[in-house]
DNA sequence: CTGAAAGCGCTTACAG
DNA sequence: CTGAAAGCGCTTACAG
């Protein structure tokens, strides 16, 4: 197990800088030669090392990707359909993801990560509303950032999906499925906050729903408290459709409902402004925005990349535009949550 | 902005030898001295370069936690409590979680990952049940592995979870509710995993559900699938109680059945084997054997710093133990799930 | 109590 | 076409 370049170059009495190009395809060599030292080498079970790669060349080749911890043990599950995104395109480059949980508290150095601490990152991929304080620490650590749903819109560095065409979409749908009324279920407004989706959804909601003729009246919930639910149900009504803004809503709605005798697509209308990757395959008659987070994630990566390689300060923004998505499974008896108006089973 | 312990170094007419020492705390000098190099260091924006520091110290303090790409784009996503709870040890700690996403199928040197091929971690967990050949492979990659809900269970150097206790307390808990026959639904036995929660669980089930004398009927069901779902239904009886082995089993039975006209709790009696931290939010009145992988990403976490710490080759396994979580919650007007036989409202 | 020396394993730029 | 030199920024062990 011979571990580094000297060894090899000293096994054929060659320097070990012609081993380290021969071993990258650098410099010029006879092509018998490189074979000859590549065979060597696998042979031998020579394996590079990083730190060293990385002290002379100057590049880490690891990107960080750089998540909220919300409470920790609640909460920020959305990101992992992001980050698996990110890493699909990252690690064939040959980089390496670096989980970092971020909590907004530790603007101070002390607090932050080893990894942010010790120049140990080529950039980053920030996929957290954070705010400007500590968005403002994380530029003056890396000048290499892309801002993936992270609520910075700007003409560069910056991918997002159109929060208010989503609503508009989900707006249209109800309106054509027969309501005259939306309930639109979200959840407290986090006023301190930079950037909440739920916000340009809502303009989304307002502006198509008004085109339409529908009413429209915002509930503010938190998931999992009974009385809060019970709003909800006393305003049911044959007229009215039930709006979840994001998924962290439309889950709890379709998962206690039932047990208090409402079903969503029977009982009652139900559309969603959110997606997640999992609604695909446990979920798929949910009627909802649809909007694909992994491939936002790997939207982002290639941004990177292409930053990193063509040592430009920036890159253009992407946004990502959602699609209304029926529900309507073909192979499946069991009807879309926003079933037409009149084929809603009364109560 | 001074970048290396040189330029302090030279900054205040001590060698970086010194600078280095007072930084670390290591060394011994005058307090003063320590404490002057400290104040400048800090003031001139010093932050030590990470590449340097492994080369010298032999220490990258990056932790490999390496997860299961089951198709990419779905499944996984249990994945992220466990991850959260790793993170949350080792970032403190002064490590850096790598996510390094694995196919069985790349065994070979050259699909692996940049971060394997490089010796660029101190150590890994594992979260994914691989093939006996990927584990070896691994295993050869790095002698200090934790192998995390894993399929491991040997007495050192593994986490799991007491999945046979797991599947008894629900049948007890079936039982006990008045229930004479259960449905045990889970998925399509994946032959070629070296391991199978569900085995165990429908051991620990098989064994209650005997001592108690309650019939048990195993179904096999692809989620999402409306012919396996409606199989279930047909079955539907007010003695038999719908038990699901994961949770990417209860999902669409809580979620698809109510549709389809079947409210769990309502018309009839759910109860599940697995947990997920977000149930505890969103879901808190599905009955199940409750288990927390939040924590048990942390206990991994603190074995894999215990052993790297103690330059000791392993450390005793964890076994983690569920208890019975009936979904009683007081200020939930909604019934758990698995509502008492007597209380179960005919169809 | 303090600092000069050696070395970690590579890559890059340059001289032959 | 090939290789010797310099250097990346630290830590460790050791001599004073």
Redesign the interface.
């Known amino acids: 197990m011979a571990s580094t370049l000297k060894e090899i170059a000293d096994h054929m009495g060659v320097s070990h800088v012609t081993v380290s190009h021969a071993l990258r395809g650098t410099g010029r060599m006879a092509e018998d030669t490189r074979h000859r030292i590549q065979q060597t080498a696998r042979r031998m079970g020579y394996?590079?090392?990083?730190?060293?790669?990385?002290?002379a060349s100057r590049q880490?080749?690891?990107i960080g990707?750089v998540i909220h911890?919300l409470g920790?043990?609640?909460?920020?599950?959305h990101?992992?359909d992001t980050?698996?995104g990110i890493?699909?395109i990252i690690?064939p480059a040959?980089?390496?993801?670096?989980?970092?949980?971020m909590h907004d508290v530790e603007s101070g150095e002390d607090g932050m990560?080893?990894?942010f601490?010790?120049?140990?990152l080529d950039g980053m991929i920030v996929h957290a509303a954070l705010l400007p304080r500590a968005r403002h620490h994380l530029g003056e650590l890396s000048d290499s950032i892309i801002w993936c749903d992270a609520g910075l819109q700007e003409s560069t560095n910056c991918v997002w999906r159109d929060e208010v065409q989503a609503g508009r979409l989900v707006a249209n749908a109800v309106a054509e499925a027969g309501y005259r009324k939306a309930l639109v279920v979200s959840g407290e407004s986090h006023s301190e906050r930079p950037y909440r989706h739920g916000h340009q959804r809502e303009a989304g909601l307002r502006d198509g729903f008004e085109r339409a003729g529908v009413a429209m009246q915002c509930v503010r919930i938190e998931?999992?408290?009974?009385a809060h639910?019970?709003m909800i149900i006393d305003q049911m009504h044959p007229d009215v459709a039930v709006v979840a803004a994001d998924y962290?809503h439309v889950?709890?709605i379709?998962?206690?409902?039932?047990?208090?005798?409402w079903?969503?697509?029977?009982h009652f209308a139900l559309a969603c402004c959110d997606d997640r990757?999992?609604f695909?395959?446990?979920?798929?008659?949910?009627s909802r925005a649809r909007f694909n987070r992994?491939k936002m994630g790997q939207q982002a990566a290639n941004m990177m990349l292409q930053r990193m390689s063509s040592h430009e300060r920036s890159v253009e923004s992407h946004i990502e535009l959602p699609a209304w998505y029926p529900g309507h499974?073909k192979?499946?008896?069991?009807?879309p949550?926003l079933v037409p108006r009149e084929k809603l089973i009364g109560r």
């Not at 920790?72 to 599950?77: A, D, N, V």
């Not at 379709?254 to 005798?261: V, Y």
């Not at 695909?280 to 949910?286: F, P, Q, S």
């Open positions: 394996r590079p090392n990083a730190a060293a790669r990385t002290m880490t080749h690891n990707v911890s920790l043990q609640c909460g920020g599950w990101a992992y980050v698996s890493n699909s690690e040959g980089y390496t993801t670096c989980l970092v949980q990560a080893r990894v601490r010790e120049q140990a998931s999992g408290n009974a639910l019970q962290s889950e709890p379709a998962l206690m409902f039932p047990s208090a005798g079903s969503p697509g029977v990757s999992w695909a395959v446990h979920w798929r008659n949910l992994y499974v192979e499946l008896s069991i009807p949550t």
